[in-house]
Protein backbone atom coordinates (compact mmCIF):
# COMPACT_ATOMS: atom_id res chain seq x y z
CA UNK A 1 0.00 0.00 0.00
CA UNK A 2 3.05 2.60 0.64
CA UNK A 3 4.62 1.52 -2.29
CA UNK A 4 1.74 2.79 -4.43
CA UNK A 5 0.88 5.46 -2.55
CA UNK A 6 4.51 6.68 -3.46
CA UNK A 7 4.30 5.36 -6.83
CA UNK A 8 1.37 8.52 -7.42
CA UNK A 9 2.76 10.88 -5.49
CA UNK A 10 6.03 10.50 -8.27
CA UNK A 11 3.72 10.55 -10.62
CA UNK A 12 4.67 13.98 -12.01
CA UNK A 13 8.28 13.15 -11.57
CA UNK A 14 8.27 10.13 -13.77
CA UNK A 15 6.35 12.25 -16.76
CA UNK A 16 8.95 14.55 -16.67
CA UNK A 17 11.95 11.91 -17.06
CA UNK A 18 10.26 9.91 -19.59
CA UNK A 19 9.60 13.60 -21.45
CA UNK A 20 13.56 14.12 -21.03
CA UNK A 21 14.73 10.64 -22.30
CA UNK A 22 12.25 10.79 -25.36
CA UNK A 23 13.91 14.09 -26.22
CA UNK A 24 17.34 12.39 -26.18
CA UNK A 25 16.56 8.84 -27.38
CA UNK A 26 13.78 9.31 -29.60
CA UNK A 27 13.14 5.91 -31.44
CA UNK A 28 16.51 4.46 -30.68
CA UNK A 29 16.08 0.85 -28.99
CA UNK A 30 17.64 1.40 -25.84
CA UNK A 31 20.32 -0.62 -23.38
CA UNK A 32 19.77 -0.18 -20.04
CA UNK A 33 21.49 -0.74 -16.11
CA UNK A 34 18.61 -1.21 -13.22
CA UNK A 35 20.47 -1.51 -10.16
CA UNK A 36 18.31 -1.79 -7.56
CA UNK A 37 14.98 -3.69 -8.91
CA UNK A 38 12.79 -3.81 -6.45
CA UNK A 39 9.37 -4.85 -7.74
CA UNK A 40 9.83 -3.74 -11.06
CA UNK A 41 8.83 -0.17 -10.99
CA UNK A 42 12.08 0.77 -13.37
CA UNK A 43 11.15 -2.45 -15.86
CA UNK A 44 7.45 -0.91 -16.16
CA UNK A 45 8.79 2.35 -17.03
CA UNK A 46 10.97 1.74 -19.54
CA UNK A 47 9.02 -1.44 -21.19
CA UNK A 48 5.99 0.76 -21.29
CA UNK A 49 7.67 3.50 -22.54
CA UNK A 50 10.82 3.07 -24.84
CA UNK A 51 11.68 0.68 -27.23
CA UNK A 52 13.74 -1.48 -25.26
CA UNK A 53 17.23 -3.47 -26.59
CA UNK A 54 18.01 -5.07 -23.21
CA UNK A 55 17.79 -4.05 -19.55
CA UNK A 56 19.95 -5.73 -17.22
CA UNK A 57 18.63 -5.68 -13.69
CA UNK A 58 20.47 -6.18 -10.12
CA UNK A 59 18.33 -7.18 -6.59
CA UNK A 60 19.77 -8.14 -4.08
CA UNK A 61 17.03 -8.95 -2.08
CA UNK A 62 16.33 -12.69 -2.57
CA UNK A 63 12.62 -12.68 -1.91
CA UNK A 64 12.10 -9.91 -4.53
CA UNK A 65 14.26 -11.36 -6.88
CA UNK A 66 12.20 -14.26 -7.06
CA UNK A 67 9.97 -12.48 -7.93
CA UNK A 68 11.19 -10.42 -10.84
CA UNK A 69 12.46 -13.40 -12.14
CA UNK A 70 9.26 -14.74 -12.02
CA UNK A 71 7.31 -11.66 -13.90
CA UNK A 72 9.35 -11.04 -16.37
CA UNK A 73 10.59 -13.79 -18.75
CA UNK A 74 11.77 -12.03 -21.73
CA UNK A 75 14.59 -12.76 -23.37
CA UNK A 76 15.83 -8.77 -23.28
CA UNK A 77 15.32 -8.68 -19.59
CA UNK A 78 18.95 -9.97 -17.33
CA UNK A 79 17.83 -9.94 -13.98
CA UNK A 80 20.75 -11.42 -11.24
CA UNK A 81 20.41 -11.94 -7.87
CA UNK A 82 23.27 -9.37 -6.82
CA UNK A 83 24.16 -5.56 -5.09
CA UNK A 84 26.69 -3.61 -7.03
CA UNK A 85 29.37 -1.87 -5.39
CA UNK A 86 32.96 -0.80 -5.73
CA UNK A 87 34.41 -3.84 -5.29
CA UNK A 88 33.49 -7.42 -5.05
CA UNK A 89 32.74 -9.14 -2.07
CA UNK A 90 29.93 -9.98 0.41
CA UNK A 91 27.29 -7.33 2.70
CA UNK A 92 24.78 -7.62 4.68
CA UNK A 93 21.69 -6.32 3.62
CA UNK A 94 19.05 -4.49 5.97
CA UNK A 95 15.68 -5.00 4.85
CA UNK A 96 13.36 -2.48 6.27
CA UNK A 97 9.61 -3.39 6.90
CA UNK A 98 9.20 -1.05 3.35
CA UNK A 99 11.11 -2.75 0.87
CA UNK A 100 12.06 0.07 -0.58
CA UNK A 101 14.04 1.66 1.78
CA UNK A 102 16.19 -1.74 2.24
CA UNK A 103 20.07 -0.37 2.62
CA UNK A 104 23.35 -2.01 2.87
CA UNK A 105 24.07 1.69 5.36
CA UNK A 106 23.03 1.72 8.78
CA UNK A 107 20.37 4.15 9.82
CA UNK A 108 20.80 7.10 12.45
CA UNK A 109 17.58 5.97 14.79
CA UNK A 110 18.17 9.41 16.03
CA UNK A 111 17.10 11.67 13.54
CA UNK A 112 13.86 13.88 13.47
CA UNK A 113 13.29 11.72 9.83
CA UNK A 114 13.83 8.79 11.27
CA UNK A 115 10.95 8.80 13.60
CA UNK A 116 8.56 11.03 11.73
CA UNK A 117 9.30 7.64 9.18
CA UNK A 118 8.75 4.62 11.72
CA UNK A 119 5.74 6.80 12.78
CA UNK A 120 4.34 7.16 9.27
CA UNK A 121 4.76 3.90 8.58
CA UNK A 122 3.84 1.90 11.71
CA UNK A 123 0.90 4.65 12.99
CA UNK A 124 2.37 5.01 16.76
CA UNK A 125 2.68 1.18 17.21
CA UNK A 126 6.37 -0.13 18.44
CA UNK A 127 7.70 -2.48 15.57
CA UNK A 128 11.11 -2.98 14.28
CA UNK A 129 12.05 -1.35 11.49
CA UNK A 130 14.14 -3.82 9.86
CA UNK A 131 12.56 -6.98 9.49
CA UNK A 132 15.23 -9.50 8.12
CA UNK A 133 19.40 -9.19 7.26
CA UNK A 134 20.71 -10.83 4.18
CA UNK A 135 24.20 -12.17 3.43
CA UNK A 136 24.34 -10.52 -0.40
CA UNK A 137 27.18 -11.07 -2.73
CA UNK A 138 28.26 -7.68 -4.09
CA UNK A 139 29.40 -7.59 -7.86
CA UNK A 140 31.27 -4.55 -9.29
CA UNK A 141 29.64 -3.21 -12.43
CA UNK A 142 32.85 -3.17 -15.09
CA UNK A 143 34.53 -6.51 -14.14
CA UNK A 144 30.66 -7.98 -13.60
CA UNK A 145 28.81 -5.86 -16.94
CA UNK A 146 30.23 -3.32 -18.67
CA UNK A 147 33.48 -4.55 -19.97
CA UNK A 148 31.37 -6.55 -22.69
CA UNK A 149 29.25 -3.71 -23.37
CA UNK A 150 30.13 -1.33 -26.21
CA UNK A 151 27.43 1.07 -24.21
CA UNK A 152 25.19 1.52 -22.16
CA UNK A 153 22.07 4.32 -22.74
CA UNK A 154 21.05 4.80 -19.54
CA UNK A 155 22.28 3.62 -15.84
CA UNK A 156 19.88 4.38 -13.19
CA UNK A 157 20.80 3.32 -9.60
CA UNK A 158 18.36 3.35 -6.71
CA UNK A 159 20.38 1.94 -3.51
CA UNK A 160 19.30 3.66 -0.80
CA UNK A 161 22.48 5.67 -0.04
CA UNK A 162 25.01 2.93 -1.64
CA UNK A 163 25.22 5.14 -4.97
CA UNK A 164 28.70 6.58 -3.99
CA UNK A 165 30.38 2.85 -3.46
CA UNK A 166 28.91 1.77 -7.32
CA UNK A 167 30.09 4.43 -9.18
CA UNK A 168 33.30 3.78 -7.83
CA UNK A 169 33.88 1.04 -8.88
CA UNK A 170 33.65 1.87 -12.51
CA UNK A 171 36.28 1.98 -14.63
CA UNK A 172 37.44 5.43 -16.60
CA UNK A 173 37.07 3.49 -19.60
CA UNK A 174 33.74 2.13 -18.68
CA UNK A 175 32.52 5.16 -17.87
CA UNK A 176 33.05 6.96 -21.84
CA UNK A 177 30.49 4.08 -22.68
CA UNK A 178 27.93 5.09 -20.54
CA UNK A 179 25.59 8.34 -22.12
CA UNK A 180 23.22 9.16 -18.81
CA UNK A 181 23.19 7.94 -15.10
CA UNK A 182 19.64 8.56 -13.41
CA UNK A 183 19.95 8.22 -9.87
CA UNK A 184 18.50 9.48 -6.47
CA UNK A 185 20.12 10.84 -3.73
CA UNK A 186 19.41 10.99 0.04
CA UNK A 187 19.87 14.85 1.73
CA UNK A 188 18.66 13.07 5.35
CA UNK A 189 20.76 12.10 8.12
CA UNK A 190 18.56 9.08 8.46
CA UNK A 191 21.25 6.79 6.26
CA UNK A 192 24.79 6.71 7.54
CA UNK A 193 26.27 6.64 3.98
CA UNK A 194 29.59 8.67 4.39
CA UNK A 195 29.49 10.90 1.45
CA UNK A 196 27.45 14.01 0.61
CA UNK A 197 25.88 14.76 -2.76
CA UNK A 198 29.39 16.78 -3.36
CA UNK A 199 31.38 13.95 -3.46
CA UNK A 200 29.13 11.97 -6.11
CA UNK A 201 29.35 15.35 -8.59
CA UNK A 202 32.85 15.50 -8.24
CA UNK A 203 33.49 12.00 -9.28
CA UNK A 204 31.26 12.37 -12.31
CA UNK A 205 32.56 15.87 -13.45
CA UNK A 206 36.09 13.57 -12.61
CA UNK A 207 34.61 11.64 -15.15
CA UNK A 208 33.46 14.20 -18.15
CA UNK A 209 29.77 13.94 -16.62
CA UNK A 210 27.45 17.11 -16.06
CA UNK A 211 24.31 17.47 -14.54
CA UNK A 212 21.19 17.64 -17.07
CA UNK A 213 18.04 17.52 -15.11
CA UNK A 214 17.23 17.78 -11.34
CA UNK A 215 14.11 16.99 -9.63
CA UNK A 216 12.53 17.21 -6.06
CA UNK A 217 10.88 14.28 -4.78
CA UNK A 218 7.74 15.37 -2.99
CA UNK A 219 7.56 14.93 1.03
CA UNK A 220 10.85 13.67 0.95
CA UNK A 221 14.27 15.30 1.49
CA UNK A 222 15.84 13.54 -1.41
CA UNK A 223 15.97 14.72 -5.25
CA UNK A 224 16.55 12.51 -8.18
CA UNK A 225 19.44 13.27 -11.24
CA UNK A 226 20.19 12.87 -14.64
CA UNK A 227 24.23 13.42 -15.38
CA UNK A 228 25.21 13.22 -18.86
CA UNK A 229 28.21 12.12 -20.59
CA UNK A 230 29.73 15.50 -22.29
Known amino acids: MLNLLINIIDLSNKLRVQNFFKKKFKKNFLKVI ?36 NKYKKDNIFIFNYGVG ?14 ASSTFN ?24 FIDRQEIEIVNLSDFLLNKED ?19 ISKTD ?17 DK ?4 NDVNKLLKKNNFS ?5 RMKFRKSFEYIYGLN
Open 106 to 129: GINVNTNYFKRKKKFLFLGKKKSY
Open 86 to 99: RKNEKNFLNISVDS
Open 211 to 215: LKYKL
Open 34 to 69: DIGGHKGETINFFLKNFNINKIYVFEPNRKLYDKLI
Open 175 to 191: FKKIKYIYFEHHYDLML
Open 151 to 169: YIDILKIDTEGYEMNILHG
Open 194 to 197: KYKF
